[in-house]
């Protein structure tokens, strides 16, 4: 019966955690129920991924994004309001703490109606600016929809991003992604935790309706400067996801036909691009953990003295080494996927070091591969430790974008050689000239006492006297 009731309860986690790695209740802050059918579709794959969906108005008074200072929620949706504001239980102060909870946060935005000010100032928080107006949106003459938008050019065709080769991709893939009334967002230089997902061509443009469009002066950004969708991982690997068209996944866009300017018809990808994106927001895809994380000797050249405090070969986790030992580093690291996590792979053009410092790096070295498990990676050197003594530290710092952070630090003592572990003389072949030295001076002050005994002087038998 109690492993019957053991099952029962491993299965009911199962179904409690769903399939994002930090848990699957997820909010959705929208003003008008009405509009919940235009995304039902969206909605649909929310629920058939695991996620258990809760739909809010921003009105709602008793709404609470945290109880008793923990999460209420794990992942938050909010999709842009009719109104001036979000309310007050979703002002810029309140979702920061709720990303600084490790919580994840989906924005979505719209050309069709104005920006909130608590949103304006929220993304300014996190360096992200939008056109002062808070009406504008982006346009291009050369990559538009010639069936839904022949005259306004609002509604842009823009292939799937790809990422660098030393990335993992997690956004890309064949089709083309229809992005209609955009709000462009300018991403400041200043911030390492902000990456776009997907910007906007050469030719795209922010543009304000309610001005002529023949006589467009002095844009807001223009070209590749526009990101349409924008990331933001926080310190705490928390995610934020900014997206310039709530309109993209809206039923009619998730698999609409389009046609460029140029170019044959041909069906949208918005929905398996939104899917890639709610994957990547809520934590179902590139997260790595830490698991073990070992180093210790490994090799010892004398036999250990009765006084030495360093361990034995082969203990795990010592305190404290002596300088110049041969110590093995290792690090365990697990990537979750989807469903389950799996050993991660790291691109060859990147690589996962290790630092072995004091103020600063006496060695950075390259972990390699040693063992791969069903869910995780060994990476593991050896190195010789440098000749100077203090507390170090094991650093593993591993920060790419879309990825989570690994941060491993482990401090250690090095101190120098103890009184009795220093080489004895013969064995340093230096020393070897002050040595023959010594025996040479020995042997010559043996060999010159025997020689003055030998050669005493005969005395005369009879008077006692010396014979000259």
Same mark, same amino acid.
């Given at each position: ?5 053991? /099952? &029962?309860?491993?299965?009911?986690? !199962? ?5 994002? +790695? *930090?848990?699957?209740?997820? $909010? ?54 009719k109104s001036k504001g979000l309310g007050p ?16 946060? /989906? &924005?979505?935005?719209?050309?069709? !109606? ?5 949103? +304006? *100032?929220?993304?300014?928080? $996190? ?5 002062p107006d808070r009406t504008s949106l982006v ?64 030719t795209a443009y922010s543009y304000n309706p ?259």
């Open positions: 019966m109690r492993w019957l009731l053991s /099952l &029962l309860f491993i299965f009911c986690s !199962s179904l409690v955690y769903g399939l994002s +790695s *930090s848990g699957n209740r997820l $909010l959705v802050v929208i003003e008008e129920a009405a509009e919940q059918e235009k995304y039902s579709q969206f909605w649909s794959d929310l629920r058939e991924r695991g996620f258990s969906l809760s739909f809010e108005s921003p009105k709602n008074e008793k709404l609470a994004l945290l109880k008793h200072d923990e999460l209420a929620f794990d992942h938050l949706i909010l999709l842009p309001p239980a979703l002002t810029p102060k309140l979702l920061l703490d709720f990303v600084n909870k490790n919580g994840n946060i /989906l &924005l979505a935005l719209s050309g069709d !109606s104005p920006t909130p000010t608590a949103i +304006s *100032s929220l993304l300014l928080e $996190l360096d992200i600016q939008l056109p346009v291009d003459h050369f990559n538009y929809d010639t069936i839904s938008a022949s005259e306004k050019h609002d509604v842009l065709l823009l292939p799937r991003p790809s990422t660098r080769s030393d990335l993992r991709h997690f956004f890309s893939g064949d089709g083309t992604i229809a992005f209609p009334r955009a709000v462009a967002q300018e991403l400041g230089n200043s911030s390492p935790l902000l990456a776009p997902i997907l910007q906007a061509d050469n309610k001005e002529e469009p023949n006589t467009v002066e002095d844009p807001f950004a223009t070209g590749s400067q526009i990101a349409l969708v924008t990331a933001m991982q926080a310190r705490n690997s928390a995610r934020f996801t900014v997206l310039g068209s709530v309109e993209a996944l809206e039923n009619v866009w998730f698999d609409a036909s389009v046609q460029g300017v140029h170019g044959p018809k041909s069906r949208t990808a918005n929905r398996e691009f939104a899917r890639q994106l709610t994957e990547w927001t809520f934590m179902e895809t590139g997260v790595l953990k830490v698991g073990r994380v070992e180093h210790h000797l490994s090799s010892i050249e004398q036999e250990k003295a009765a006084n030495d405090s360093v361990t034995d070969l082969g203990y795990l986790n010592p305190k404290i080494y002596r300088v110049k030992n041969d110590v093995t580093f290792t690090v365990e690291l697990s990537e979750y996927t989807h469903t389950h996590w799996s050993p991660p792979t790291i691109p060859a053009s990147d690589a996962l070091q290790l630092e072995f410092s004091m103020l600063s790096p006496f060695h950075r070295l390259a972990l390699l591969p040693v063992q791969v498990t069903p869910n995780s990676t060994f990476y593991s050197t050896t190195f010789t430790l440098p000749d100077q003594h203090g507390i170090f530290a094991f650093k593993v710092n591993y920060k790419r974008p879309f990825m989570t952070n690994v941060d491993v630090k482990r401090e250690v003592t090095v101190r120098h050689f103890a009184h009795d572990e220093w080489p004895r003389s013969w064995m340093i072949s230096g020393g070897w000239v002050w040595i023959a030295g010594i025996w040479v001076t020995i042997a010559g002050w043996v060999a010159f006492v025997a020689i003055w005994l030998w050669s005493e002087p005969a005395y005369e038998a009879a008077r006692g006297k010396k014979i000259q």
